[in-house]
């Protein structure tokens, strides 16, 4: 009888030992099981921030990219006005001509005063009208050029002042021209002040900038220069296709909202992983207390 009960005794000792050590394990499983349970929530939330970034950059970049295509697109649009007026002047001055012979000077103040825009009347190539004199290029482009199809060229003033021009022309008797001359300075200035706005052929402009189809519709990219910085580059077609307004814009403002934008989700996600650390820590001090608890 003796015997029984101090076996039963030293029964309940060993099972007494053994409480201790199932209570470390349980603390420890609640300890693994928190941290994990918090790494993945972080892991999760970092995930979602960092495709939020993503997301509001590539919308920035799409904006400015819209932004400059629009410009380009309005240029295009002003200059599509003025070319217009000025192949209606034309196709009257053609019309007069056909009804019989008028002096070179007349048809030429009927152009101006139709538009407003300096024109000149040519002659086997060389102005029989006076004014500004066309570069020798710019009259050969317009001798194979269709009729009132725009070609981009330069004249020299009287005053020895060289100008880039659009220049339209329709043939009249006696291999006479009449050219209106478009100055596309005025129209591109509120551009200018911003970047480099030129014209150009739509195939050069292509090649050039890495365009795609740019006779036929705008469209913008993005262009690395050599000193590191970026430009953003547009171009729309004129109405007749063949020539169209290209744009170089700084990439200054995108720049800055992409700092901004890459700053504020750096905060978050630092902010975000220093508080996954603090709730690791946490679990990890309250698994000791329980397992001391337990012990």
């Known amino acids: 009888m003796d015997r029984e009960i101090v076996v039963q005794r030293s029964s309940a000792r060993r099972s007494e030992k053994k409480r201790p050590g199932e209570g470390m394990r349980a603390g420890g499983r609640f300890t693994r099981t928190a941290i994990a349970a918090t790494l993945v929530y972080i892991a999760i939330f970092m995930t979602i921030i960092v495709l939020r970034a993503n997301s509001e950059l590539n919308q920035a970049r799409a904006r400015a990219m819209s932004g400059a295509t629009a410009a380009a697109q309005e240029t295009a ?35 101006e005063r139709a538009t407003g825009i300096q024109s000149v009347i040519l002659s086997n190539g060389r102005s029989a009208s006076g004014g500004p004199v ?31 021009v659009i220049a339209l022309h329709r043939k009249l008797s006696r291999n006479r021209i009449a050219v209106a001359l478009i100055a596309p300075a005025p129209i591109l200035a509120p551009l200018a002040a911003h970047g480099r706005v030129y014209i150009a052929d739509p195939k050069a402009l292509d090649a050039d900038l890495g365009l795609h189809n740019t006779a036929t519709q705008a469209n913008a990219r993005m262009m690395s220069l050599k000193d590191g910085e970026r430009n953003i580059v547009a171009a729309a077609p004129l109405a007749s296709q063949q020539l169209a307004v290209a744009l170089h814009l700084p990439a200054a403002d995108l720049a800055y909202n992409e700092r901004r934008t890459v700053g504020v989700y750096t905060m978050l996600l630092a902010g975000t992983g220093l508080a996954g650390l603090v709730l690791c820590g946490v679990f990890f001090a309250q698994g000791s207390r329980m397992r001391r608890t337990e012990e």
Do not use: C, W
């Not at 200059?79 to 030429?108: F, I, K, P, W, Y």
């Open 77 to 111: 649009a002003s200059l599509n006005t003025v070319v217009a007026r000025a192949d209606g002047a034309l196709r009257a001055a053609a019309q007069l001509e056909a009804n019989g012979a008028s002096a070179d000077a007349a048809l030429n103040g009927a152009i």
């Open 134 to 164: 066309l570069d020798p290029n710019l009259v050969r482009a317009l001798a194979a050029a269709k009729d009132g199809a725009p070609v981009f060229g330069g004249v020299r003033e009287p005053n020895g002042k060289r100008q880039d």
